[in-house]
Structure formats: structure tokens, C-alpha cells
């Protein structure tokens, strides 16, 4: 029985690395497959222990299956996150240090977009790239933007506008927490960091709730009020891009001092899997004969 245990979460751990950022269904699917190729029917955990007991073991490295929704629709997501605030510097390996560079100046226009917007159009995007320290042309501005979007760092809207994807927010929750601490909102019902949303109409009330938080929050209520303000709660009040906040006279806000967190040069990734292949290691000397 312990074999067949430390063997499923191995199994699920290696999933996590190669997939990254799954949805639920996806994660409850490596769950049950995790248990059937150890030849265990019956799982001798809950998905909630399980994802339990890894964390307990990723804890020892900084790391943590995490999970949160989708801010467009609501689907629940996993990711396989760093918890120490360095989770940029591990994207060496898919992007040159000019790249993340690049990337990071455009999470700033995002997180800094006045009227919160949380989001850059695709012109103002492309003329920044010419603006770095290390410019980028306009053609590979383009491509890299692509592959951002590619990646699921990034989402571009029909209106060609870039905002940050739910990966983003989930793996670099730390460091936009750290850098943009007075820029970022959160979700008044789910805490969660919220760019894409609704908004109370009284300009100096902070309620902001995800669509699909309010949602779940009005269907239990008799009344649609703002919960602190008891105002009448419209969810055409939006945050994110293309919102009326600007004509109703609401607030630009104050830009942040510039990320200064240094790219870490090297093989993080490597050493990283070599963590977690030490993590999964462990467990197989558990193992039971
Ligand atoms: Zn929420
Ligand atoms: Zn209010």
C-alpha cells in the first residue's frame, strides 16, 4: 500500500512539471490516473489530501501546487508555482535575458495601466520594445508578443489589447505582489489578485469582484447591493480594458518605481528539477518491499 502511495504522487509531481498550469478537471484526471497505473482502484486519499501531502513535500523547496480561477470564466486552474519571489528568473530557459526583460517592462504597463485598465494596447506594446536599454526591433516585438500569448502568458483580446493571462498571475503572483504592491487590487470576496472584473459604482468604495465571484456571491443574496456600501451592485461597472471608469472621472494611478529585480543568470530550471527529482526521489525510498 505505501509503494502504491508514494508512487501515485510521484507520477502526478512529474505531470505537474511537464504540464505546468492545468485546469482542475485535467488535474483530477492526473489524480485518478496516478492511483491506475500503480494499479490502485480505489485512491487512499481525497484529491484534496493529495495535493495536500505534495505541498507538505514541496514546501522544503520553495515550492507549491496552487490553485486558483480563471478570471475571464471562472474555470478552476492548478500550476506547479515557486513561493520565494524569484519565479521570473525560471523563465531563462524559455526566453533570453533581452526577452524577459521586455517581459517585465510590459507587466509593468499592464499592473500600472491607468483607470484600471490592467492592460496595454498592441501599438503602445510594439513602441516600448524600441525603448528598452537593449531595444527590440518592431518584427521581433511581434513575434515575441505571439509567443507570449503562445505561452499563456499573456492574452490579447479582440480589441488588441494585452492583459495578463491567468498563468501569469498564478506563477508570478510573488513577484507582482513584491513589485507592484501598491498597484495591484485584490478581490474583495476571494482575496485573489483580480484584473478583469466589477467594480462598485461609488468611486471611493474598494469592492471588486471577480464575474464569476459575483456570480456565486448574488445567487446567495436577496438584494444586489454593494456588500459594504449597500449601493446597487451593476456588473457593468468592469475593470479590466475598455471600461468606463475614465469617464466617470475615476482615478489614473500612481505609477510604480520600476521592477529592479535583477534576471538571474544560469541553470535555475536545472537545479529546480533537480529539487523536485530529490522530492520524488525521497518518496520511492519509502517505498515498502
Ligand atoms: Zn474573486
Ligand atoms: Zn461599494
Redesign the pocket.
Given at each position: 500500500m505505501t509503494s502504491s502511495y508514494a508512487n501515485a504522487h510521484r507520477l502526478f509531481l512529474q505531470a505537474s512539471m511537464s504540464e505546468r498550469f492545468f485546469t482542475e478537471t485535467k488535474a483530477i484526471e492526473m489524480y485518478k490516473k496516478a492511483y491506475l497505473a500503480n494499479n490502485v482502484r480505489r485512491p487512499t486519499e481525497t484529491f484534496q489530501e493529495f495535493i495536500a501531502s505534495i505541498n507538505q513535500k514541496l514546501n522544503t523547496i520553495d515550492m507549491e501546487i496552487r490553485k486558483s480561477h480563471d478570471e475571464t470564466d471562472g474555470t478552476p486552474v492548478w500550476a506547479l508555482v515557486n513561493t520565494n519571489g524569484d519565479e521570473i528568473s525560471k523563465l531563462v530557459t524559455e526566453y533570453t535575458a533581452v526577452e524577459i526583460s521586455y517581459f517585465k517592462h510590459l507587466i509593468e504597463l499592464i499592473v500600472t495601466a491607468d483607470y484600471e485598465e490592467f492592460s496595454v494596447s498592441s501599438i503602445t506594446a510594439l513602441r516600448e520594445a524600441s525603448k528598452l536599454k537593449t531595444s527590440i526591433t518592431k518584427s521581433a516585438a511581434e513575434s515575441l508578443l505571439q509567443k507570449f500569448v503562445e505561452d499563456k502568458w499573456l492574452i490579447l483580446s479582440k480589441n488588441g489589447k494585452y492583459s495578463l493571462s491567468q498563468r501569469a498571475i498564478l506563477e508570478l503572483q510573488v513577484y507582482l505582489k513584491e513589485t507592484y504592491e501598491d498597484n495591484l487590487i485584490e478581490c474583495t470576496l476571494c482575496y485573489d489578485i483580480i484584473t478583469k472584473g466589477q467594480r462598485?459604482d461609488?468611486q471611493q468604495?474598494k469592492?471588486r469582484f471577480h464575474h464569476h465571484c459575483s456570480r456565486n456571491y448574488f445567487a446567495s443574496q436577496t438584494e444586489k447591493v454593494?456588500p459594504?456600501?449597500k449601493?446597487a451592485w451593476k456588473e457593468s461597472n468592469v475593470i479590466g480594458e475598455d471600461n468606463n471608469n475614465k469617464s466617470k472621472g475615476g482615478s489614473s494611478r500612481r505609477k510604480n518605481k520600476r521592477a529592479t529585480a535583477v534576471t538571474r543568470e544560469g541553470d535555475e530550471e536545472e537545479e529546480e528539477e533537480e529539487e523536485i527529482e530529490e522530492v520524488v526521489a525521497e518518496e520511492e525510498d519509502e517505498r515498502d518491499y
Open positions: 462598485c461609488v468604495c469592492s454593494c459594504s456600501c449601493i
